[in-house]
């Protein structure tokens, strides 16, 4: 597949640049492992990027780190400070500010080791879609414990990407994400003070919102390194798959969900006609008693990616814990 049409000045020889790439890294104490992340940046084989740090107030070498690789790599870095409060708002504040301009955004976690080829391999996937359309990238990814050994991958997921889908499942990692200017300016238009459950599930809700296009592959491009300091537990396993099931019972679910569209009803204008009505439904139904909740769930369309996951949806609606 050919790459989008440049949007860029050409250069002296007529040649457009490659894509302009702006990584978006959050950094809160990561010393740990974030050598390993920085290297796997610098190793891209597409490098026409810069790195944008947002550090949520470190205490430990994480700034010195960052400042060393800088030095060693001579890479385009800026570290400002974040917001504190939380990863998602850290991240949200680096893609909404105006400061930031490229072709591309690309969120980073501190922890995890990219492949070398991630950048080059997700601009290929997401280039054939027009450049005025908000458009997404994301992928599966290989689960590796402290020591960087692999344990497994997350889920492989089949079903079509799309809102109805994004109303009740994230099904990529923002550490996998790559957006294209559309996607970040109608994403920065909403702004970034905005309460959301996470900015990964954010961007899959607006994008796929706007009647944009989501690119997933199934083939997983970044190491995600488990550990005991992470924001989420292990996603691998059956035993997972029950507990993000239970997690639809017991009330989490309910408040991800009712945190999600009170951010959605901020600025419901920028969904298209027909999730506008995905939309009503949906929230229609989570007001109802049990047979119209039942009828407009099924009307809004929405479902899960997986059985196990269909089914735990389907009692949470029967329980109103959707």
């Not at 200017?181 to 309460?195: D, F, H, P, Q």
């Not at 550990?227 to 059956?238: E, L, M, Y």
Request: net charge positive; charged share 20%; aromatic share 10%.
């Amino acid at each position: 597949m050919s790459m989008a049409p440049c949007n860029t000045t050409k250069t002296a020889s007529g040649k457009c640049p490659s894509p302009r790439v702006a990584v978006l890294l959050c950094t809160y104490n990561g010393e740990k492992f974030l050598k390993d992340q920085l290297m796997s940046i610098d190793k891209q084989t597409h490098d026409n990027i810069s790195i944008w740090v947002s550090d949520d107030g470190s205490n430990d070498g994480t700034i010195e780190i960052i400042r060393d690789f800088q030095k060693l790599c001579g890479k385009d870095i800026t570290v400002l400070r974040g917001p504190r409060k939380g990863y998602a708002a850290n991240f949200l504040s680096l893609l909404c500010n105006s400061d930031i301009t490229a072709d591309y955004f690309s969120f980073a976690d501190q922890d995890d080791i990219w492949n070398e080829q991630k950048l080059s391999l997700a601009l290929k996937k997401i280039s054939g879609a027009n450049l005025d359309t908000p458009s997404l990238y994301c992928s599966r990814t290989a689960i590796i414990d402290e020591d960087g050994t692999q344990r497994g991958f997350s889920p492989l997921f089949s079903n079509k990407p799309c809102f109805q889908n994004a109303l009740v499942q994230s099904i990529g990692g923002g550490n996998t994400m790559l957006l294209n200017n559309a996607a970040r300016a109608l994403i920065a238009s909403i702004g970034e003070n905005v309460t959301i459950v996470s900015h990964d599930w954010w961007a899959y809700l607006v994008v796929t919102g706007a009647g944009g296009q989501v690119f997933y592959d199934p083939s997983p491009l970044v190491e995600y390194r488990q550990h005991s300091s992470n924001v989420f537990a292990s996603n691998i396993g059956f035993r997972a798959r029950l507990k993000r099931a239970a997690s639809m019972l017991n009330g989490t679910f309910h408040d991800w969900v009712s945190t999600n569209l009170s951010a959605l009803a901020i600025r419901k204008d920028f969904l298209s006609n027909d999730n506008r009505c995905v939309f009503r439904d949906f929230s229609i139904a989570r007001n109802k008693w049990l047979i119209p909740r039942l009828y407009y769930m099924k009307k809004s369309g929405i479902y899960r990616q997986t059985k196990i996951d269909n089914i735990a949806l389907l009692a949470a609606a029967f329980l109103n814990k959707i």
